[in-house]
């Protein structure tokens, strides 16, 4: 069920804006026929929140083609035209280089990288926050970036590094398959984050576009000598942005959201660039 | 390491420590042109130690003396090599669970950990090194170097993820120990770290920056009451920025059942009147679950009667007794 403002919103009323099985149909079909109460302020934080999870599944296909190598964090590597690869294996946006053009590098010179399925992720969504911001107000929110796991994400950002327990997994999710029983010579196969795409499809950096049984079959084929638990899908636990505190970034003037500094004024006309 | 124990190092290992890397190849590829033999000699010594083998691997391929080696340092190399993914023979020696292989592991780490080379493969090997010896072979003596190689590591910003994971595999509270050594350390990150890989917010003991030693004991203090419903739940770095190791079980702690495996494992009342108030814990929320047990567990402690008593009447009444109890304490 969706809630607009208190009342309960009936999805005609937008469905028809977003072509037929768009991921944004799915999605509010998805959401209004749940027993989840799905709650906002504005019909424009539902539109952005649907927007922000189509442009996650595009960005997650996009990383797919892009020809990043997978590699654990021993073995990472980065452009260093861009990014400044750390110590600990992770990439810092280098300095004087633009986020939005570092961020678009990785998904047009995807070769030139290789990390491990978390980064991956993170990759995702700033790859998908540059579609739906425009560049100047993604350069302005996301000044510094470091790239490692889950690692000092951004704070507009650090709700993808906290999965909770949700009631329904929707798409553009990031969710997790485990592998209790791993070999230990390969710990970077303990599970895979994964995006959740149409269709049943998962995006695992490293593994692909693919099913769930064939995510658990590549696991599986990673265990331990004697194992005898499957990895396995976290059905009930997914992590996401917080959606609505983007929403109110992307409104902010200022340098950084409007969560971390007050204006007095009633905050200006939208200016984000929403593709509908 | 320290040099002043130089006596105690091979030949190598010596001109290593003393005069770098670079020096110690040029000594072996000058002891290989003189006298093969000697050559040998100087790789299989028993007092060599793997940063001398490693930074030495190069070398040993390009004069083709690996051959020389003694079986514990060729099987430390080529295990080393598998991790490095360099090793094109496709043979698994890490997969068999042979002695030969656990000694040259413990070699590696042992002589390894004491002063790693800052390079990522070599942290690579000692990784996953550490992560066999304590997966595959049980082997909880690496605990306390384990701990220690972390925080140091984490002092130098290099990677720990995989180490900490490997460290938490072992499901034993003893490492959760050796972690709160470090929160009464004077060195900030150690201290941060330890309360991160604690998730010590969750334990509600106080976050006082001046009291080091009070806040390692309203730890230790923590641990002994909540030990027996400790679990570790397999999450890590890779699944989350602030990954829980382990929680507590709260309805097992409401229940004053504990279990000695570390593991979460269901849990059933004793009879129908506790089943009844588990089914009712259940539905409670995060909050009050947390009340509920630990004022379950402070009047278990002071009587059992009185506990079980209190265990059988209506949920709703639990909360209010436990309420007035706590307000009785302030």
């Given amino acids: ?276 | 390491m320290n040099s002043g124990h130089s006596k105690d190092y091979s030949y190598l290992d010596r001109i290593r420590i003393q005069e770098g890397a670079d020096k110690c190849r040029a000594a072996l590829a000058e002891t290989f042109r003189r006298d093969t033999r000697h050559a040998a000699a100087l790789l299989s010594d028993d007092r060599l130690t793997f940063p001398c083998l490693y930074i030495l691997r190069g070398q040993m391929e390009g004069l083709r003396i690996q051959g020389y080696l003694n079986p514990r340092h060729m099987l430390a190399l080529q295990i080393a090599n598998q991790i490095r993914g360099s090793e094109a023979s496709g043979v698994d020696y890490l997969s068999s669970g042979r002695e030969a292989v656990y000694s040259a592991l413990k070699w590696i780490w042992e002589t390894g950990c004491a002063e790693e080379v800052a390079e990522d493969d070599y942290e690579q090997i000692l990784d996953v090194a550490a992560s066999v010896l304590i997966n595959t072979y049980r082997d909880r003596d690496i605990l306390p170097p384990a701990a220690e190689l972390i925080f140091k590591r984490n002092r130098n910003g290099r990677y720990i993820h995989d180490l900490v994971w490997a460290l938490f595999q072992v499901h034993d509270p003893r490492v959760l120990k050796l972690i709160a050594e470090r929160v009464r350390s004077s060195e900030p990150k150690d201290a941060a770290l330890a309360a991160e890989l604690l998730n010590m917010e969750e334990t509600g003991v106080p976050a006082d920056e001046g009291n080091k030693e009070g806040r390692y004991a309203g730890y230790l203090r923590w641990l002994e009451e909540n030990e027996p419903y400790l679990y570790f739940t397999q999450e890590s770095f890779q699944y989350a920025g602030r990954p829980a190791f382990c929680a507590v079980d709260l309805e097992r702690k409401y229940l004053q059942k504990g279990v000695p495996s570390y593991d979460k494992q269901p849990v059933s009342a004793t009879d129908e009147d506790a089943d009844e108030s588990l089914a009712a814990f259940k539905r409670l929320s995060a909050g009050e679950q947390k009340t509920l047990s630990e004022y379950s567990q402070k009047i278990h402690g002071k009587s059992v009667p009185a506990w079980r008593e209190w265990l059988r009447a209506p949920v709703g009444e639990q909360i209010r007794a436990a309420k007035a109890g706590w307000e009785g304490d302030k």
């Fill in chain 1, 1 to 276: 069920m969706i809630v607009i403002a208190g009342s309960p919103f009936q999805i005609a009323g937008i469905s028809g804006g977003y072509p037929e099985n768009s991921v944004e149909r799915q999605l509010l079909e998805q959401m209004s026929q749940s027993a989840e109460v799905y709650r906002y302020d504005t019909v424009e934080q539902l539109e952005f929140e649907l927007a922000l999870r189509r442009e996650i599944v595009d960005a997650a296909k996009a990383l797919n083609r892009s020809g990043l190598e997978f590699a654990v964090f021993h073995k990472s590597e980065c452009n260093q035209e861009y990014w400044d690869r750390t110590s600990n294996g992770g990439f810092r946006l280098k300095s004087g280089a633009k986020p939005a053009d570092a961020i678009r590098d990785i998904f047009t010179n995807g070769r030139k990288y290789a990390t491990e399925c978390a980064t991956a992720m993170v990759i995702v969504y700033y790859g998908a926050l540059l579609e739906v911001f425009s560049e100047e107000t993604f350069n302005r929110l996301f000044p510094s970036i470091y790239l490692m796991n889950w690692h000092e994400l951004d704070p507009l950002l650090r709700e993808v590094g906290m999965p909770r327990r949700v009631a329904d997994i929707l798409l553009g999710d990031r969710c997790y398959f485990r592998n209790p029983e791993v070999d230990p010579k390969t710990p970077e196969l303990q599970g895979e984050n994964v995006i959740v795409l149409p269709g049943g499809l998962y995006y695992g950096h490293g593994i692909g576009i693919t099913d769930a049984d064939q995510i658990i079959r590549i696991l599986n084929a990673n265990r331990k000598e004697g194992a005898t638990q499957s990895a396995y899908f976290m059905e009930d636990t997914a992590a996401r942005p917080d959606f609505k505190r983007l929403e109110e970034a992307s409104r902010s003037r200022a340098a950084r959201p409007a969560v971390l500094s007050w204006d007095p004024f009633p905050p200006p006309l939208p200016r984000r660039r929403i593709r509908v």
